[in-house]
């Protein structure tokens, strides 16, 4: 059964649409992707489901109407948006502090993480003391140990150099596996989609629609050498090619 | 980090280096003026030589520390109430937006009021007391602080804000947890401004009108012709202003630890 459920949601800011008709849906334990160009309004999605702006159509999480108030999702936002002024071990507690519980209670709840993320001997730096790859696994262990039904990430990695990220999705699809969190991720890079997703949804340009949906057949734990690197590549080659015909060209009449 | 004792002295002297412009600078300055006061045969009722300047202020540092005492209180009590008064105000404006377009076009006003006009005014109405003192240094630092601190607030990035409210904060939460900290480094570039105009605000209310203080007794030093006094109790003033400005400096240094650890080389590894 799947966990969240949006049917026909759309969004508009003051007469511009953004979000034409986005249905889609997210199992549990299930890893999906928001696949779009850029400035399509897939952040827009996110900030529906977080309750940050309002449109229309239905969404459901666990067959219940999702309001504003029940608190599904941990969210990740593009930057990491680490606190500059808290250190790391502070910053990763911060929503446990958000959610009412003490100060020494959060610390005991997120130390045991650390070494499984990359940052043990790091809790008393700055995230100024960081590396790029660093921050962006402090933010998801932040993230992760709100432990909400679902995690919300938000072109996670777009900040990083290429060689960092790459190593990030491998490092993500090893953490994911291990946890089986339902996860669902916007991207526009078509590879990181491919390599981590179960499912992923193809975004036309604005107004966003579903042009396409794909299922990733590729075997877990993901491989990125051999035969499945090569069937990967088929993928990316096909979900490239929507993407590219589904932009508004010259004469081309959207309605 | 602990520095070891051996880089002590290395540090010192990275500090010396870094002063030495200053220094310099202002010892040439010190140099030409006493070369000229002394061979140019300019009278020193006219223009003392700093050494003569300094020397009456020794002569004279009793009555000085006697001036300077009502002249901090001033500054630091009227800084207060400004501070005080534009932290709560800063609040009100980042909770009620509105609040902001009625106040600022009547603060702005405020700042294009001429001391020389205003302050014998506010000494006429409030007398000579510490009153009309107070008064004055807080319409000087009031709005600057203010400005900054609204400022500040609106640094703020706006995905943390989002990422809290989707953590279920409320808006106080959120001010507490990111607005109010991110306003932190516009917090002290005010304060580092506002400290200096304060000192010139106590000065300027005690020149209107005054028992003790360094405003009125630079103006007596003036009346009776001593240009030296004047200068001595302006080295006073200024000494005060750089003392205040350096307690700005230092006070950030301990509420914004994390601007230093950001600068200096990440640690290869975890300190164990």
Request: with cysteine.
């Given at each position: 059964?799947?966990?969240?459920e949006?049917?026909?949601?759309r969004?508009?800011?003051?007469g511009?649409?953004v979000l034409?008709?986005?249905s ?11 696949l779009?160009?850029?400035g399509a ?8 489901l ?12 666990d067959g ?25 071990l ?20 997120v130390a ?5 993320f ?24 932040r993230?992760?140990v709100q ?10 990695f777009?900040?990083?150099?290429a060689?960092t ?11 994911w ?8 991720l ?39 050498t051999?035969?499945a690197?090569?069937?990967?590549g ?22 | 980090?602990?520095s070891?004792?051996?880089?002590y ?12 412009p200053?220094v310099?600078?202002v010892?040439?300055?010190?140099v ?12 020193p ?5 700093p ?5 009456q ?14 002249t ?34 009547v ?10 006009a205003?302050a ?25 602080m203010?400005v ?50 304060a000192v010139?605000?106590?000065i ?41 400005f ?8 301990l ?18």
């Amino acid at each position: 059964m799947s966990r969240l459920e949006l049917r026909h949601v759309r969004k508009a800011f003051g007469g511009l649409d953004v979000l034409a008709d986005i249905s889609l849906s997210v199992g549990a334990g299930e890893f999906v992707s928001i696949l779009g160009p850029s400035g399509a309004g897939k952040s827009t999605l996110f900030q529906l489901l977080t309750g940050a702006e309002h449109g229309q159509g239905q969404m459901f999480f666990d067959g219940a109407p999702l309001d504003d108030h029940g608190r599904h999702f941990a969210f990740m936002p593009q930057r990491d948006a680490l606190m500059p002024w808290r250190r790391v071990l502070d910053n990763t507690t911060l929503g446990l502090e958000v959610q009412g519980i003490g100060r020494k209670a959060a610390r005991a709840r997120v130390a045991p993480l650390f070494s499984e993320f990359g940052l043990e001997g790091f809790e008393r730096h700055f995230p100024a003391q960081l590396s790029g790859g660093m921050r962006q696994r402090a933010a998801l262990l932040r993230t992760v140990v709100q432990e909400r039904d679902m995690l919300l990430l938000d072109e996670p990695f777009g900040a990083l150099d290429a060689l960092t990220r790459t190593a990030m999705q491998r490092w993500l699809e090893r953490m994911w596996r291990h946890h089986s969190w339902t996860a669902l991720l916007i991207t526009h890079d078509v590879r990181e989609a491919v390599f981590l997703s179960d499912r992923i949804y193809v975004l036309s340009a604005r107004p966003a629609r579903i042009v396409r949906e794909i299922t990733v057949p590729l075997p877990r734990p993901r491989h990125p050498t051999g035969a499945a690197a090569r069937q990967a590549g088929v993928i990316e080659a096909e979900i490239l090619d929507i993407i590219l015909n589904s932009q508004p060209s010259e004469g081309h009449d959207h309605d | 980090m602990v520095s070891s004792p051996s880089s002590y002295p290395r540090r010192l002297a990275a500090l010396l280096a870094k002063a030495a412009p200053a220094v310099i600078s202002v010892g040439l300055l010190l140099v030409a003026w006493e070369f000229y006061a002394r061979y140019s045969g300019i009278k020193p009722t006219t223009l003392p030589a700093p050494s003569r300047v300094f020397a009456q202020a020794m002569l004279n540092r009793e009555a000085l520390v006697d001036n300077a005492i009502p002249t901090i209180r001033a500054t630091l009590i009227g800084f207060a109430c400004s501070l005080s008064g534009a932290f709560a105000l800063s609040m009100l404006v980042d909770f009620f937006r509105p609040l902001r377009r009625a106040l600022f076009p009547v603060l702005i006003v405020s700042q294009t009021l001429p001391l020389v006009a205003i302050a014998p005014l506010v000494v006429l109405w409030f007398g000579f007391g510490l009153m009309p003192k107070i008064m004055l240094v807080a319409l000087v630092t009031f709005f600057p602080m203010l400005v900054a601190l609204v400022q500040g607030y609106e640094a703020t990035e706006a995905e943390i804000g989002q990422m809290l409210r989707a953590m279920g904060a409320g808006r106080w939460r959120v001010f507490l947890l990111a607005r109010l900290p991110s306003a932190l480094p516009y917090f002290f570039a005010g304060l580092r401004i506002s400290i200096t105009y304060a000192v010139v605000g106590a000065i300027f209310a005690e020149y209107a009108g005054a028992a003790k203080g360094l405003g009125i007794y630079m103006l007596n030093a003036k009346n009776n012709f001593r240009p030296d006094l004047v200068l001595a109790a302006v080295g006073a003033s200024a000494a005060l202003t750089l003392v205040l400005f350096g307690l700005t400096v230092l006070l950030q240094r301990l509420a914004m630890p994390w601007e230093r650890a950001g600068r200096e080389p990440a640690g290869k590894g975890p300190s164990r």
